[in-house]
């Protein structure tokens, strides 16, 4: 019953360095997102899934990009890394009713250098 | 499109003391939900209440309850007998339960209350 596993926890990237940062879900759950998370801020949505093979940006997708291979895996890319992009990076996933809320992963801190 | 505000980004408690956390939103739409999430220094985002923009009744959770205000747009939520424990960053957020619209399912955020709960 793991919930959302986002991997790694934390990361160190130099300018210009490409990562994958990992989103496994093992609830069956169709609509997936990344948000990221500047210092006291809330959270701005990046990309979205609404099913395998479905994906689309949301607010502040630049620098990004995502696939949805599976209905478990949503992994997120950075190329080209920038210090613009050290941030906090939140996965979540929910059901198809809203009312039953989004379980969230625990978080990537990503620092770029 | 919709926005959230939260416009205290810092509230201090006395432990067993009641505090109030402020939120409006703006929407053109009808059904939503609204939600507060609890983000304590581990980072999880831990669901604290949500609400249902059709049902009248203020959520209420153990000691964590909601005054949802849906003619003004608020959303504040109160927490009774604070403990050490509710420290954390509060957050805000909406979603669209309109599923023909660009907003659907989708969380947009407040910017946060940090709580200091004092012992």
């Known amino acids: 019953n793991a919930g959302v596993t986002q991997t790694p926890k934390f990361r160190i990237l130099k300018i210009g360095q490409s990562m994958t940062l990992q989103c496994t879900q093992d609830m069956n759950h169709n609509y997936m997102y990344w948000y990221r998370q500047d210092p006291g801020m809330g959270l701005k949505l990046i990309y979205y899934s609404v099913g395998a093979g479905i994906t689309d940006k949301g607010e502040v997708p630049n620098g990004y990009n995502v696939s949805r291979s599976t209905t478990e895996d949503f992994p997120l890319r950075l190329e080209l890394a920038a210090p613009s992009q050290t941030s906090v990076y939140f996965c979540?996933?929910?059901?198809?009713?809203?009312?039953?809320?989004?379980?969230f992963g625990s978080g990537t801190r990503l620092t770029v250098v | 499109a919709q926005t959230v505000t939260q416009s205290q980004p810092e509230m201090s408690v006395q432990e067993a003391e009641t505090v109030t956390l402020s939120c409006t939103y703006d929407?053109?739409?009808?059904?939503?939900?609204l939600f507060w999430y609890k983000q304590p220094p581990s980072r999880q985002m831990i669901l604290v209440i949500r609400q249902e923009a059709y049902k009248q009744q203020n959520a209420t959770e153990n000691r964590f309850s909601v005054n949802f205000q849906k003619a003004a747009k608020s959303f504040s939520l109160k927490i009774s007998d604070s403990q050490l424990g509710d420290a954390a960053m509060y957050f805000c957020?909406?979603?669209?339960?309109?599923?023909?619209?660009?907003?659907?399912?989708?969380?947009?955020f407040g910017q946060g209350t940090i709580l200091t709960v004092h012992p």
């Open positions: 979540a996933s929910r059901q198809h009713r809203v009312v039953y809320g989004y379980t």
């Open positions: 957020a909406y979603s669209s339960d309109n599923a023909g619209g660009t907003s659907y399912g989708k969380l947009t």
């Open positions: 929407t053109s739409e009808s059904d939503y939900y």
